[in-house]
């Protein structure tokens, strides 16, 4: 049962005996504890509440006696002076983040008449290590001095804290359950869980960003694990019991410290074949998870989606059965440096090494579909080396393939490939003579190469995140500029136009975001250089009339 109490943001309406109040309803006579918002808002800490706080059951306001029914949002957020909270029985009701990020917090216990709160009330509490529930309660219980908090009902592990011994009987571990250790910078104090043979499953993020567990033991029984279920833990090893039947593609997300995974034999659905350190999906030949020290082993067709994300993993070896690598399947793998894709990989999906350390990238012929956003924001990509397979490598509506793909210096494509031209500077599509893709870490240009392969348009995006490009050559031929196309190119300083018609401008061709407020916008710094005649012309035009420093070519 949800109760929906009210809850004012801005201001309390009373403060009594140093805490503060807000009146849920005067005709019932009920409020609730909340914070003092005379103290700076956002996450900021407080020193309002101190060392430990009682709060009554009773309080006069105004010739009135009002019942405290509740604690509101916030309540006790961010004070970090704040050891424990004594409640009293009248309290139903514990809001969102209502003792979040305390961080010398020691010790609660639920009052006998709660019957609701969200576990996110108790997240980033490192210093948690007494949790209890009165014994009258009928809907939350801390079964055997467990030092959690459980739904009695459904025997969900809700809540947990440092000294927590998960009890047999228990079914789930809730989301966000040991999110009391979020942030935490206790890395030192590392703790180890064995999980009993009754919990069937983990649910989405219930260890996430708890840095101190380092070991974790999964037990027969176990058949559900959730998305980022552990992101963010130190562990070092998992054993995956042969009784699992589910598992989230992001669940060990940020496990940065995972240098083994087991499957137990038996399993139905998954298998650590050849002792590859991986997890893969036994039906689909599909990898699943990986981690730093994972060898793709021969059978292996699919690299699944995000499998090796934020994984420090730094040298992939593709064997010849892999024919698809899913979204994000190496996004944040910032050790990689050299990265060779076989012809008997197809297809490479969104996203699938973005923001990756890659240096140098090969693919090999054979290689048939690269999807938007594959590469994005590999700052650190020098060259690359396409094949004549090629058959599509086209930008979306929202990402370009090479998108703040800021050192690339060089792009190689055979040309013979039927479908794309490169001239070295830009990618384009031969059919419409669009440029999908461009880069330069100083000069670009697009008047180079064969004359009938010079652009028409330039693709969304094309040159976006290029931070380092700073001279830019537009042939006589290009009639189009898509939306921000040089969206932050903060270095460019120079634009070269050989067309005597300005080319129409999309939205935000030349948008610079500036993360601080000192960037100036392009149309103010950057010179643009015209053919001779045709400066009035690009004094009138939508978009480069903003520019302030038009100049025609002598």
């Avoid at 909270?85 to 009701?93: A, E, W, Y």
């Avoid at 397979?389 to 040309?415: H, I």
Wanted: aromatic share 10%; with cysteine; hydrophobic share 40%.
């Amino acid at each position: 049962m949800a109760l929906m109490l009210p809850y004012s943001v801005f201001a309390h309406d009373f403060i009594v005996d140093g805490i503060c109040y807000n009146v849920i309803s005067k005709a019932d006579l009920t409020c609730e504890v909340t914070f003092n918002s005379d103290e700076q808002p956002g996450n900021v800490y407080r020193k309002f509440y101190k060392d430990v706080v009682f709060v009554p059951e009773k309080v006069s306001f105004d010739g009135n006696e009002y019942s405290v029914i509740a604690v509101g949002e916030k309540a006790f957020a961010f004070n970090d002076e704040l050891l424990s909270v004594v409640l009293p029985k009248t309290i139903i009701s514990i809001g969102h983040d209502a003792f979040s990020c305390c961080p010398e917090f020691k010790s609660l216990t639920i009052p006998e008449n709660v019957q609701d709160f969200n576990n996110f009330s108790f997240h980033n509490m490192p210093s948690l290590e007494y949790l209890a529930v009165d014994e009258n309660n009928e809907f939350f219980d801390s079964r055997e001095g467990c030092n959690a908090i459980i739904k009695t009902e459904s025997n969900t592990l809700y809540v947990a804290c440092k000294n927590t011994v998960i009890p047999d009987g228990v079914k789930v571990i809730a989301d966000g359950a040991f999110m009391t250790f979020f942030s935490s910078p206790m890395q030192n104090e590392s703790f180890e869980l064995v999980i009993p043979k009754s919990v069937e499953t983990i649910e989405r993020q219930a260890f996430a960003g708890c840095g101190p567990l380092k070991k974790i033991v999964l037990s027969e029984g176990l058949k559900r694990i959730g998305h980022w279920a552990f992101n963010g833990t130190s562990i070092e090893s998992i054993v995956i019991p042969a009784s699992v039947l589910d598992i989230d593609n992001a669940a060990f997300y940020g496990c940065d410290s995972l240098k083994v995974i087991k499957v137990n034999k038996g399993n139905r659905v998954y298998d650590s074949r050849k002792g590859c350190n991986a997890i893969i999906e036994t039906e689909s030949d599909k990898l699943v998870q990986g981690c730093a020290s994972s060898a793709i082993p021969e059978g292996v067709k699919v690299i699944g989606r995000d499998a090796f994300w934020r994984v420090g993993i730094k040298k992939i070896d593709f064997p010849s059965s892999v024919e698809l690598i899913e979204d994000g399947a190496f996004r944040h793998c910032s050790e990689l440096k050299d990265v060779v894709i076989p012809g008997n990989v197809k297809e490479i999906k969104y996203g699938a090494f973005e923001l990756s350390g890659m240096e140098e990238l090969i693919v090999e012929e054979g290689v048939e579909f690269i999807a938007p956003s594959a590469f994005r924001l590999c700052k650190n990509l020098k060259l690359v080396s396409l094949p004549e397979s090629l058959k599509k490598a086209e930008s979306s509506d929202r990402y370009n393939m090479f998108e703040g793909c800021r050192k690339l210096e060089r792009v190689k494509l055979p040309d013979g490939n039927s479908v794309y031209y490169c001239n070295g500077d830009v990618l384009l599509e031969r059919e419409t003579r669009k440029v999908i893709a461009g880069w330069g870490i100083d000069r670009c240009s697009m008047a180079n190469g064969l004359r009938s392969m010079q652009a028409k348009k330039i693709g969304f995006q094309a040159f976006a995140g290029h931070e380092l490009l700073a001279h830019v050559v537009l042939p006589e031929t290009l009639e189009e500029i898509g939306s921000e196309a040089f969206r932050d190119c903060k270095a460019l300083r120079a634009i070269v136009c050989r067309s005597t018609v300005p080319p129409v401008l999309g939205e935000d061709v030349f948008e610079i975001h500036s993360a601080n407020g000192y960037d100036l916008p392009l149309q103010e710094r950057a010179v643009v250089v015209v053919p001779k005649g045709s400066l009035g012309a690009y004094r009138n035009a939508p978009g480069w009339k903003d520019f302030k420093h038009i100049i025609e070519l002598k």
